[in-house]
């Protein structure tokens, strides 16, 4: 009887079963596991915090202040505007400011990635070995977000990764985009904790000196435009750095969503093009993931106009939503991801079926616009 359907069936499965080793020796793993221990606690360690902007200067605002008062030692903590070639002022607010050291740049060499080249100058003025980067547009989740994050780089980790993700606001795009960071969140984070870290968010990153010098800088794709954090990490690992994830609520940062379809569609275009320089193992990797859900859907959506099979449609199409969605939803709880249960399938299709227009579009149109 079961050889008797279409090979579409079989095809469907196979994609499910791919789907669920992700999400249960990655995703679900991480969901669940214990939180960080909190004895004994590492010391407080000197830490410089970077941020690169280029006409922020609203935003820059209430980020300061937010820096400024973290819960931490102020002889350790070293904050750093990196003003590159803004216009409204941003520089300025460094002197509103007392604490914020600022670096400014004027002008960027031709040929070179200008927030690369500027967190470049930044690096090399920071006093202290260990960096932690945020961007102007974010804000850090709570008072402790320095304390938790710097305590990444101990027992020798020269990564430290975190999570970043956007505030709620009313409308699909708004949940379409938390889904999306949340899901990408639940890949780059749990693949590091299982020893494959792949990438970074610039919004919520740290590194050492070390690591930055190991790297040579972003030597390898300082003309690329994107890539300041992912392709920096991948450039660590190789050289081998070890990278620790720091997960825990009050250790996010936290920003505000695309307002348009078009500014959003730009962002996750300039992001996904830096996929490309990955390393083959996570392109490999990656790519078995992403593809396994896009085979799920394309055949779903075949095995609909074939009546005869509808049965084993259902049974598989149920199987995988109870099961996904359970996993998505343990990470939704775990990351703070405050999306309703109830829309996650539906989030879960609207995702993959725009990711493939994202790379349909990246494919015929390589061209990238920048801030």
């Known amino acids: 009887m079961l050889l008797s359907y279409s090979p579409a069936v079989w095809l469907l499965l196979a994609a499910v079963l791919v789907q669920l080793y992700f999400a249960l020796y990655y995703f679900r793993a991480f969901a669940m596991r214990r939180p ?8 407080d360690q000197p830490v410089s915090v970077l941020v690169c902007a280029r006409n922020e200067y609203t935003n820059l605002t ?5 820096l400024l008062s973290q819960d931490y030692p102020a002889e350790l903590l070293e904050i750093i505007l990196i003003d590159d070639r803004s216009t409204d002022g941003t520089g300025a607010l460094a002197a509103r400011f007392p604490g914020v050291r600022l670096v400014n740049i004027r002008s960027t060499p031709a040929g070179l990635a200008p927030k690369k080249y500027a967190l470049t100058l930044g690096i090399k003025t920071a006093r202290h070995e260990r960096l932690l980067f945020t961007d102007a547009d974010c804000i850090p989740a709570t008072n402790q977000w320095v304390r938790y994050m710097q305590r990444g780089f101990a027992e020798g ?3 430290v990764l975190g999570y970043s993700a956007y505030a709620p606001e009313r409308g699909f795009l708004n949940k379409l985009v938390r889904f999306e960071t949340l899901l990408t969140g639940a890949q780059y984070l749990s693949f590091a904790w299982r020893g494959r870290p792949y990438m970074g968010v610039g919004r919520n990153l740290g590194y050492t000196r070390a690591v930055f010098r190991s790297t040579k800088g972003f030597a390898s794709h300082i003309r690329t435009l994107s890539g300041d954090d992912d392709l920096l990490v991948q450039d660590a690992v190789a050289a081998g750095a070890r990278a620790a994830v720091v997960a825990r609520p009050g250790a996010h940062t936290l920003s505000e969503a695309a307002a348009t379809w078009a500014a959003w569609w730009r962002q996750k275009r300039r992001h996904l093009s830096a996929g490309k320089q990955y390393r083959l193992a996570d392109r490999v990797r990656l790519a078995t993931f992403i593809g396994a859900n896009l085979l799920y859907y394309g055949a779903a959506v075949g095995l609909l106009f074939s009546p005869i099979n509808w049965v084993p449609l ?10 996904m969605g359970a996993v998505y939803q343990q990470l939704n709880r775990r990351l703070e991801g405050q999306l309703p249960a109830a829309a996650l399938p539906l989030l879960d299709a609207a995702y993959f079926v725009t990711y493939l227009a994202l790379g349909i579009s990246l494919f015929l149109n390589r061209s990238l616009r920048w801030k």
């Open 314 to 323: 259902a049974v598989i199409c149920l199987m995988r939503t109870v099961l």
């Open 62 to 66: 209430r980020l300061l202040p937010l």
């Open 157 to 159: 980790a020269g990564l």
């Open 36 to 43: 960080d221990p909190e004895t004994p606690v590492p010391a």
